[in-house]
């Protein structure tokens, strides 16, 4: 069975004023990772301005 959702930085329970996270110390550490660029979300590459150029 089941114990609920668990937080994805730790593995602990999460909490409601946190969901998904299991506290604020998570929640800030999985945002950190979005500012680092450790996550990205798939797409196409996107051309530079010297890419560009060189067409």
Known sequence: MSDG???PIC????V???RPF???RCADADLGHWLAGDYAV???PV???DEEECD
């Open 16 to 18: 409601k004023d946190y």
């Open 42 to 44: 798939a797409g196409e």
């Open 47 to 49: 051309k530079t301005h």
């Open 11 to 14: 593995k602990k329970p999460s």
């Open 22 to 24: 299991c506290s604020k």
């Open 5 to 7: 959702p668990r937080c």
